[in-house]
């Protein structure tokens, strides 16, 4: 390439623009929701939800059972527990990722629903009026089963108080920092590592948050159902979840200020652009550039 031409490759970059990746445009969600002509029917995403969700708890709530079984440490039982979330997790997630988005947690959806209502893709109202109800009830449905499989009461409410302010803050970080991640990756187009960042992040934040990271309404309502090593009293539960919703709102608004639109753009334009010259200082010294 010779620096005539590297000069007019420079002007027809800054004449187009560089080429936008895909999902980090105005077209880009914060989910990881499958676009509408390519997405299953609304009963099967539900569904998907609904098994999820469940299969979540049953998780938490048998690993947690299993490990109060097996040693009286309790740093090993939240070892063990939190290790099983981040595995069970990760696997739904890969596997129920292209049917339904693989929220398991109203707050992924309403955030999803209400960055939808600007950028236009992404789960409706109606859709999300489905996969809620779905969570909850696959939620409690889960804690139930973990019972089952251990020998426990089927229903007995949990006594476990997690009341505690310090708690509550706990909960605000945890979703906030799971709402930043999600939503990063999707503003980033790398919602492809969801089934190892999301699992990570959990995992992560069993140990750096004081709640033990919950982060999840419709996961708080079914670990209400069992008084076992994952419960939260009832009384806990109204709580934990207007925390969890102002998390995500705290978690909305750092992705607005992070991902802002058009950052993206100019990173990139500033990358072409060193890119063009350096293969005109390769031209002028007279070595082509490949």
């Not at 936008?20 to 299953?40: C, I, L, M, N, R």
């Not at 419709?218 to 008084?227: K, L, M, N, P, S």
């Amino acid at each position: 390439m010779t620096a005539t031409e590297a000069t007019e490759a420079t002007e027809a970059t800054e004449a187009t623009g560089p080429t936008e990746p895909a999902g980090v445009g105005e077209s880009s969600t914060a989910g990881a929701t499958p676009p509408q002509a390519q997405a299953p029917p609304l009963i099967a995403r539900a569904a998907a939800e609904l098994i999820g969700t469940a299969a979540l708890v049953a998780v938490v709530v048998g690993s947690g059972i299993q490990a109060t079984d097996l040693t009286r440490d309790v740093g090993l039982q939240l070892l063990s527990n939190s290790t099983a979330t981040v595995f069970g997790l990760g696997v739904l997630i890969l596997l129920l990722g292209p049917v339904s988005g693989a929220h398991f947690n109203p707050v992924v959806t309403l955030a999803e629903w209400w960055t939808a209502r600007r950028d236009g893709a992404g789960v409706t109202l109606r859709e999300a009026a489905a996969y809620i109800p779905a969570q909850i009830v696959g939620a409690v449905a889960g804690a139930i089963l973990a019972d089952a499989m251990f020998g426990e009461p089927l229903v007995k409410w949990s006594t476990h108080d997690r009341s505690a302010g310090n708690l509550l803050l706990g909960e605000v970080v945890a979703t906030a920092g799971l709402i930043l991640l999600i939503f990063g990756l999707a503003r980033t187009d790398r919602l492809r590592f969801a089934p190892v960042a999301v699992a990570s992040y959990i995992g992560a934040a069993y140990w750096f948050t004081s709640s033990t990271s919950f982060a999840n309404p419709a996961v708080t309502i079914g670990r209400a159902f069992t008084d076992t090593f994952a419960g939260i009293a009832p009384g806990s539960v109204p709580a934990f979840i207007g925390m969890q919703l102002v998390g995500a709102v705290v978690g909305l608004a750092l992705v607005a200020l992070v991902f802002m639109r058009g950052a993206g753009r100019g990173f990139e334009r500033g990358a072409e652009r060193g890119v063009v010259r350096e293969v005109e200082r390769e031209a002028m010294r007279g070595s082509p550039a490949e």
